[in-house]
């Protein structure tokens, strides 16, 4: 007769899914091969199916007519008496299995010494623990072939696939499982079940707080205290955690015992970077402390960012960039960008003398002659700003970028290459470089395998435009460049990156190009808003970086605006007039800013009669705008000048207020000018 226990076991073995390698490996046991190993270590995470390997082992030995002892690790004191209590006697053949041994792992170094060397020569062990085996079983020539050591990872694409099939998981629902579970047994499991539950054709799946509750205690444990807590949070927003981050955004934690704590945790892996969490564990952490706690989730998130703004500054490096970028990759303006995927046997390189034939071949290649022309020219005179991407495998370039930093137009740059040319025409539209200065240009954007595709080639190129953003200390205007402009423009316009009015021809191609100025929208307000996006997991409406009521103007606007607010002059204060939402005003109150600009306007204009060379100029200023009159042909009549002569002065009274204006709107400090008699 069956029992409940018998349907539970058969509904078990259904569900299994993948895990043939170490079910082949065992066979291979079972059936007493020759160099079979007699002790299986497996180990690995909470809920990456240890457990669920260990039964399914079980019952290939009981089909293989083996006896089966099994010992659970929970139930157990930690001593080796009652452990012996708890295995009883072993037969000959028997398959001892000792499940959740984490919970007794002190008895590790008894069982490896005593325990196991007692045991009958024909007898099989199973250890299932979430933690690794110490190194004292591999240093000991003696276990080399008794030993076989199973580290558990998460599933196979295809073991996914089959999983979530069995669970009746509908196709447009899977790429998201797989995203958030990153083929993890026990997180995949619950996210198919609770997706088929509620499955109301919605085509996205978010893991709720049912999901996450669930499965946070199964792959974390135990947490000693509120600052570990604390400190596996920063553990998870970090892409690589070190101790001086950790000390950063902890202060008032023990930032060496915490890190030293982090490192011993066997969901945490360690590399030359630092430690950082399985994906799994990471995602359900942030899931679980943006649910309970979102001030402190945004304080912790903003003190990452703001430690890692600091490292890029300090040292332009890649890592460092690379980490800055992982923490706002929840934004929806960096998935329209970035793979995310490792770079398959790719890395990033400064280019070599030995590689320009092969640049070029790309360059005419993707793009045409033309191309392969102006990427020539910067060859010759700029090499040091290409980057050139290799396969690590054969060290052969597969693509190349180049970051141009200019600091003056160069007639020949111009002449050469027209999308400097219209870079610098946009430019000069906004007034010239201030010493120190530059504008960079993302000049060429090719990957020979997916050109101006995601991929991983384009993510290393964007990490460089990022690296240069961020710590491009001097960076007036930033310009990107693409041949698709129309797919890239909503994505550059997350990044405030915005398009020039006309397309730029070379050879067959038209590029789009598509600009931001730093020096109005400086880097913290636009890290900020990536930010709060990584944060809501929404797109924000993007401006040109400014607060909404400012505008940019260019230098022909910024004059007519001037003219504008001259002519109004003689009355109380200007009316509305758009030089009340430049760079002017910006740090006053809009309540503010009308007197102000007629305050400034008067300063400037009295300043001009301490001049000689502008006495004339500033009397017409004066005689027009500071005092009423009908028609300027009646101006010009009062102070006896010929109505040529009157205009003559008027513009070049208008042109020198409009310069002393631009200038402060430029760059130069307001201040001076509000202090100027």
Known sequence: ?????????????????????????????????????????????????????????????????????????????VSPPAFLAAVGSIADGTVLVVDT????????????????????????????SRFPPDPAWTSDLAWSEALYVMPLGNLH???????????????????ALVGFSD?????????????????????????????????????????????????????????????????AVLPAGEAADLFAWLTSLPFTELSSGGVFPHDVVRNALESDLQWRDQQSYAALHQAVRHHLTARVQAESGARATHGLLFLLRRSPVMAQFFHWHQPDNLFGDRYRDADRQRILDLAEEMEGPELAGIASYWLDH??????????????????????????????????????????WAHVEEYGSLQPGEYLGISRFVIDSEHYEERSPVMDL??????REWVSGGGLAWSFCIAAHSEMWEAGFAGLQHFPL???????????GLFARNWRRAPLEPWLDQLAAQALSGRSAAVSPGLPEEFVVLSRKEFTAAVRSALRLLHSDSPADNVLLRTQLFGSLAPAERRNEL?????????????????????????????????????????LGLPFTTYRRHLTRGIEFVSEQLWRYETGADVREARSEA
């Open 1 to 77: 007769m069956k029992t409940l226990r018998d349907r539970l076991e058969t509904a078990r073995r259904r569900a299994f899914v993948g895990r043939q390698e170490e079910r082949d490996v065992f066979a291979s046991a079972l059936a007493e091969a020759d160099g079979s190993p007699g002790v299986f270590y497996v180990h690995g995470i909470g809920g990456v199916g240890k457990s669920a390997l260990l039964r399914q082992l079980s019952d290939d030995a009981r089909a293989a007519g083996r006896v089966v002892t099994e010992i659970d690790g929970r139930l157990l004191d």
């Open 382 to 423: 700029s090499p040091e700003s290409f980057e050139v991407y290799r396969r690590a495998s054969t060290g052969r370039p597969v693509g190349f970028s180049a970051w141009l930093k200019l600091t003056a137009p160069r007639a020949s740059d111009r002449t050469v290459d027209p999308v400097v040319d219209a870079a």
């Open 598 to 638: 007629r305050v400034l306007l008067l300063r400037v204009i009295r300043a001009m009669a301490s001049d000689p060379a502008l006495s004339k100029p500033h009397r017409v200023l004066d005689a027009t705008f500071l005092h009423s009159a009908p028609t300027q042909e009646a101006v010009a009549q009062t």
């Open 101 to 128: 041994f984490e919970y007794c792992q002190d008895l590790e170094t008894w069982l490896r010494e005593v325990f196991l060397p007692g045991l009958p020569h024909d007898c099989l062990v199973l250890v299932a």
């Open 501 to 511: 009015p006309r397309l730029q021809r070379v050879g067959a191609t038209d590029f």
């Open 157 to 175: 694409p295809g073991e996914c696939a089959a999983l979530m099939e069995r669970k009746g998981v509908p196709e447009r629902l899977r790429p």
């Open 461 to 466: 190129m964007l990490f460089r435009n990022a």
């Open 183 to 247: 083929g993890h047994p026990l997180a995949l499991s619950l996210a198919s079940e609770v997706a088929v539950r509620d499955d109301a054709g919605h085509p996205t799946w978010k893991p709720g707080q049912d999901v996450v509750s669930v499965l946070l205690p199964r792959l974390v444990g135990e947490v000693p205290s509120p600052q570990h807590r604390n400190a596996l949070a920063v553990c998870a927003l970090a892409e690589f955690l070190t101790e001086d981050l950790l000390r």
